[in-house]
């Protein structure tokens, strides 16, 4: 195995998935494109696995689904969705700054890092864990959702009352492998700058706090 996939997870997801040509596929394709030399792939190696490593299986309370990492070197990103390693309202992608606007804290976050929410219990799950600098969606054919789905799918099996957000039209369609009986699903458009979709009239991180009760995530927390 070529991917240091954190043991909690390895286990979640079971010896046979390893073993299946579809996995190993995938990681024979996004080893070979860290290897290339003629353009960069994001985020760093370093970093792959920095959701499942910051948010152990039997941590998630929350899982937020996206589509793809940053793909520009200037938004910095660290393997969580929507998290950069930049500093400054000046220097947020502006999917983060959506976001914060949404939560009331653009002016007075102090990081554009997404971390603390990890570590409280937010696996922060990109659809596609890599992309191609300068080029969104490049890696939407290697395969990651063999890994990405299966992680949702099981999570949602093994666990209960996950509250699982949903951002954007693709991420939505993952609502079909999730177990709506034993956990609560959000979905809302993708935080995008351009959008004026329902993520600017909802509040997802209310509404999943509501469900939590008094397991309810401290969103603004080391933030600001």
């Known amino acids: 195995m070529f991917f240091n996939i954190p043991d ?15 996995y190993k596929n995938l990681e024979h394709n996004i080893m070979c494109e860290y290897l290339c030399k ?13 959701a499942f490593e910051l948010t152990p299986v039997d941590n998630v309370k929350v899982v937020i689904v996206a589509q793809d990492p940053y793909p520009s070197i200037k938004s ?22 959506k976001i914060f606007e949404v939560m009331g804290i653009s002016e007075s976050a102090k990081t554009n890092n997404l971390d603390t929410w990890a570590k409280n219990g ?28 299966e992680i949702i799918k099981q999570l949602s099996n093994q666990k209960r009352y996950i509250v699982f957000i949903l951002l954007g ?8 492998i999730i177990d709506k009986d034993n956990n609560h699903i959000i979905c809302a458009s993708h935080p995008s700058p351009r959008s004026h979709g329902s ?18 995530i401290d969103w ?5």
């Open 8 to 22: 909690d997870y390895k286990e979640l997801l079971g010896e046979e998935f390893f073993e299946s040509e579809d």
């Open 38 to 50: 003629s353009y960069r792939v994001l985020p760093d190696y370093d970093n792959l696995f920095r």
């Open 76 to 97: 910095m990103p660290d393997g969580l969705s929507f998290s950069s390693n930049t500093s400054g309202k000046e220097n947020r992608p502006g999917s983060l700054e």
């Open 122 to 149: 937010v696996l922060l799950l990109n659809s596609h864990l890599t992309v191609i600098e300068g080029f969104s969606g490049s890696h939407a054919s290697q395969g990651w959702e063999i890994l990405t789905d």
């Open 169 to 176: 039209t693709y991420a939505k369609k993952k609502d079909k």
């Open 199 to 216: 993520f600017n009239n909802m509040n997802v991180f209310e509404e999943a706090n509501k469900f939590l009760g008094e397991n309810a």
């Open 220 to 224: 603004k927390k080391n933030i600001v």
